[in-house]
Nanobody, 115 residues
Framework: QVQLVESGGGLVQPGGSLRLSCEVSGNIFSRIATMAWYRQAPGKQRELVARINSGGNTLYADSVRGRSTISRDFVKNTVDLQMNNLKPEDTAVYYC????????WGQGTQVTVSS
């Protein structure tokens, strides 16, 4: 019922920028849900990138703080992640996450940072 669809991933050079977007649909009152972006690089564990709750409070991983901004649109039911000054270490599959009655996950979108 609840569906999360990510978009915006791709190949970018170091120092470049990307904007990831996640559209949430289905039987969910997304206004009160917490939304987040996670990522998982090959051979590594999944890690939190950024999180935003229903009040607009944000939390960032140390590795992206100052370079990334998470935002949400309560009308469009989307959560975006603006990523600047990208580094090769940012290469990973990025997953949208919504906490409602349980955790919901998108399929993931690949971000590759390479010259």
């Amino acid at each position: 019922q609840v569906q999360l669809v990510e978009s915006g991933g791709g190949l970018v050079q170091p120092g470049g920028s990307l904007r990831l977007s996640c559209e949430v649909s289905g039987n969910i009152f997304s206004r009160i849900a917490t939304m987040a972006w996670y990522r998982q690089a090959p051979g590594k564990q999944r890690e939190l990138v950024a999180r935003i709750n229903s009040g607009g409070n944000t939390l960032y991983a140390d590795s992206v703080r100052g370079r990334s901004t998470i935002s949400r649109d309560f009308v469009k039911n989307t959560v975006d992640l603006q990523m600047n000054n990208l580094k090769p270490e940012d290469t990973a599959v990025y997953y949208c996450n919504v906490i409602w009655d349980r955790d919901y996950w998108g399929q993931g979108t690949q971000v590759t940072v390479s010259s």
